[in-house]
């Protein structure tokens, strides 16, 4: 039988975004009683990520810097913010 198998091209977003969203989820929850903060943690999360993409192209010979793993880092950052979100929503509405 032949093997049929499935291919994602660039599966290495999936992980930038998923490395990207635990990363933020972390920080979020960690700073939950402080509602300003959260702003401070989306910021620094999207900013960390351009200068990890910018770094690995200049500093590196053997790593590239891809726009488009910027795009899927701060994906997971607002992925992990729109969660965030509605759990804090979910949970003011039932401890009402």
């Not at 998923?18 to 920080?27: E, K, R």
């Not at 939950?32 to 903060?37: L, N, T, W």
């Given at each position: 039988m032949p093997k049929i198998g499935i291919s994602f091209g660039n599966i290495d977003k999936v992980y930038h975004l998923?490395?990207?969203?635990?990363?933020?989820?972390?920080?979020l929850f960690t700073y939950?009683?402080?509602?300003?903060?959260k702003y401070i943690v989306i910021v620094s999360c999207i900013i960390f990520g351009i200068i990890i993409e910018i770094l690995q192209g200049t500093i590196t010979s053997y790593r590239t810097g891809d726009y488009i793993d910027i795009v899927?880092?701060?994906?997971?950052?607002?992925?992990?913010?729109?969660?965030?979100?509605?759990?804090?929503?979910?949970n003011k509405v039932n401890s009402q």
């Open positions: 998923f490395a990207y969203f635990t990363l933020t989820i972390c920080w939950y009683k402080k509602p300003k903060a899927a880092n701060t994906a997971g950052v607002i992925v992990a913010l729109t969660i965030y979100n509605q759990i804090l929503k979910k």
